[in-house]
Protein backbone atom coordinates (compact mmCIF):
# COMPACT_ATOMS: atom_id res chain seq x y z
CA UNK A 1 0.00 0.00 0.00
CA UNK A 2 0.90 3.24 -0.54
CA UNK A 3 1.22 5.61 2.42
CA UNK A 4 -1.15 9.03 1.41
CA UNK A 5 -2.95 11.24 3.56
CA UNK A 6 -5.63 14.45 3.28
CA UNK A 7 -3.85 17.81 2.84
CA UNK A 8 -4.78 20.43 5.76
CA UNK A 9 -6.15 24.08 4.10
CA UNK A 10 -2.49 25.31 5.09
CA UNK A 11 -0.64 22.90 2.94
CA UNK A 12 -3.53 23.18 0.47
CA UNK A 13 -3.42 27.42 0.18
CA UNK A 14 0.39 27.45 -0.19
CA UNK A 15 0.21 24.72 -2.85
CA UNK A 16 -2.38 26.81 -5.02
CA UNK A 17 -0.17 30.02 -4.25
CA UNK A 18 2.43 28.19 -6.05
CA UNK A 19 0.44 27.15 -9.01
CA UNK A 20 -0.39 30.78 -9.20
CA UNK A 21 3.27 32.29 -8.72
CA UNK A 22 4.07 29.46 -12.21
CA UNK A 23 0.90 29.30 -13.82
CA UNK A 24 -1.20 32.58 -12.75
CA UNK A 25 -4.10 30.06 -11.71
CA UNK A 26 -4.68 27.26 -9.40
CA UNK A 27 -7.39 23.85 -9.03
CA UNK A 28 -9.79 23.47 -6.73
CA UNK A 29 -11.16 20.07 -5.21
CA UNK A 30 -9.80 17.99 -2.74
CA UNK A 31 -5.96 17.39 -2.28
CA UNK A 32 -3.97 14.66 -0.68
CA UNK A 33 -0.22 13.88 -0.48
CA UNK A 34 1.27 10.39 -1.59
CA UNK A 35 4.51 8.98 -1.37
CA UNK A 36 7.42 11.20 -2.57
CA UNK A 37 5.74 14.35 -2.20
CA UNK A 38 3.40 13.42 -5.43
CA UNK A 39 0.08 14.97 -5.14
CA UNK A 40 -3.51 13.96 -5.95
CA UNK A 41 -6.65 15.48 -6.46
CA UNK A 42 -10.51 13.98 -5.48
CA UNK A 43 -14.10 14.79 -5.22
CA UNK A 44 -15.18 15.43 -2.04
CA UNK A 45 -15.58 12.08 -1.49
CA UNK A 46 -11.73 11.82 -0.62
CA UNK A 47 -11.72 13.15 2.72
CA UNK A 48 -14.05 9.89 3.72
CA UNK A 49 -11.55 7.60 2.81
CA UNK A 50 -9.19 5.60 5.35
CA UNK A 51 -6.19 5.44 2.89
CA UNK A 52 -3.96 3.24 5.58
CA UNK A 53 -7.12 -0.02 3.84
CA UNK A 54 -6.92 1.69 0.31
CA UNK A 55 -4.05 2.15 -2.79
CA UNK A 56 -3.54 5.85 -2.49
CA UNK A 57 -3.00 5.81 -6.25
CA UNK A 58 -6.34 4.38 -7.28
CA UNK A 59 -8.42 7.02 -5.00
CA UNK A 60 -7.97 10.21 -7.41
CA UNK A 61 -5.71 11.90 -10.23
CA UNK A 62 -2.26 12.36 -10.18
CA UNK A 63 -1.97 16.01 -11.04
CA UNK A 64 1.52 16.42 -9.92
CA UNK A 65 4.94 16.41 -7.61
CA UNK A 66 5.66 19.17 -4.91
CA UNK A 67 9.63 19.96 -5.06
CA UNK A 68 12.05 21.94 -3.75
CA UNK A 69 12.43 24.11 -6.97
CA UNK A 70 8.11 24.42 -7.50
CA UNK A 71 5.06 22.62 -8.54
CA UNK A 72 6.03 19.70 -11.80
CA UNK A 73 2.37 18.83 -12.61
CA UNK A 74 1.68 15.72 -14.71
CA UNK A 75 0.65 16.16 -18.37
CA UNK A 76 -2.51 15.54 -17.09
CA UNK A 77 -2.18 17.99 -14.21
CA UNK A 78 -1.02 20.63 -16.99
CA UNK A 79 -4.24 20.41 -18.87
CA UNK A 80 -6.80 20.69 -15.59
CA UNK A 81 -4.69 23.92 -14.97
CA UNK A 82 -4.89 25.35 -17.72
CA UNK A 83 -2.25 27.78 -17.34
CA UNK A 84 -2.37 31.52 -18.00
CA UNK A 85 1.45 32.22 -17.84
CA UNK A 86 4.46 30.77 -18.79
CA UNK A 87 3.02 28.98 -21.35
CA UNK A 88 5.00 28.00 -25.01
CA UNK A 89 4.09 27.41 -28.26
CA UNK A 90 6.35 25.10 -30.18
CA UNK A 91 6.84 24.92 -33.61
CA UNK A 92 6.09 21.80 -35.74
CA UNK A 93 9.41 21.04 -35.65
CA UNK A 94 9.76 21.50 -31.86
CA UNK A 95 6.70 19.37 -31.62
CA UNK A 96 8.22 16.37 -33.13
CA UNK A 97 11.42 16.76 -31.01
CA UNK A 98 9.36 16.97 -27.77
CA UNK A 99 7.10 13.87 -28.24
CA UNK A 100 9.83 11.97 -29.07
CA UNK A 101 11.74 12.75 -25.69
CA UNK A 102 14.13 15.30 -26.85
CA UNK A 103 15.16 18.62 -25.18
CA UNK A 104 13.89 21.55 -26.93
CA UNK A 105 15.96 24.89 -27.44
CA UNK A 106 13.28 27.56 -26.36
CA UNK A 107 14.25 31.54 -26.53
CA UNK A 108 13.29 32.89 -22.84
CA UNK A 109 14.94 34.12 -20.27
CA UNK A 110 12.46 32.19 -18.17
CA UNK A 111 13.76 29.53 -15.68
CA UNK A 112 11.47 26.89 -14.17
CA UNK A 113 8.33 24.52 -14.55
CA UNK A 114 6.22 25.68 -17.70
CA UNK A 115 3.21 24.66 -20.16
CA UNK A 116 4.22 23.44 -23.61
CA UNK A 117 1.52 24.02 -26.38
CA UNK A 118 0.74 23.48 -30.07
CA UNK A 119 -1.73 25.90 -31.72
CA UNK A 120 -3.38 26.43 -28.75
CA UNK A 121 -3.27 22.92 -27.39
CA UNK A 122 -1.62 22.38 -23.97
CA UNK A 123 0.70 19.39 -24.40
CA UNK A 124 2.35 18.72 -21.49
CA UNK A 125 4.66 20.19 -19.00
CA UNK A 126 8.61 20.82 -18.99
CA UNK A 127 11.10 22.75 -17.05
CA UNK A 128 13.32 25.58 -18.65
CA UNK A 129 16.37 25.68 -17.52
CA UNK A 130 19.71 27.67 -19.91
CA UNK A 131 17.31 28.19 -22.73
CA UNK A 132 16.29 24.62 -22.76
CA UNK A 133 13.20 22.90 -22.40
CA UNK A 134 13.78 19.70 -20.04
CA UNK A 135 11.43 16.79 -21.43
CA UNK A 136 9.57 15.14 -18.31
CA UNK A 137 7.09 12.56 -20.21
CA UNK A 138 8.13 8.98 -18.95
CA UNK A 139 9.55 6.90 -21.51
CA UNK A 140 6.84 4.35 -21.74
CA UNK A 141 4.25 7.22 -22.72
CA UNK A 142 7.01 9.11 -25.89
CA UNK A 143 6.19 8.67 -29.05
CA UNK A 144 8.78 6.35 -30.72
CA UNK A 145 7.33 5.05 -34.01
CA UNK A 146 5.12 8.16 -35.40
CA UNK A 147 6.35 8.95 -38.66
CA UNK A 148 7.39 12.50 -39.26
CA UNK A 149 4.97 12.92 -42.47
CA UNK A 150 2.12 12.21 -39.93
CA UNK A 151 3.09 15.52 -37.49
CA UNK A 152 3.63 17.71 -40.86
CA UNK A 153 0.10 16.50 -42.25
CA UNK A 154 -1.53 18.36 -39.26
Known sequence: MIK???MNSKEVKKLQSIMDEQYGTHLEGFFYKGSKNRIYLGTRFTRLIEFKKVNAEGVGLYIGRLRDDGFRPS???VQLLRPEKNVYELS???LWDWL???KITIN???EGYCALSHQGEIIGPGKIKNKKVWNYVPKNRRIRT???KQVEKD
Do not use: M, P, S
Request: no cysteine; aromatic share 12%.
Open 108 to 110: TDY
Open 146 to 148: LIK
Open 92 to 94: KEQ
Open 75 to 77: IEG
Open 100 to 102: RGY
Open 4 to 6: AEL
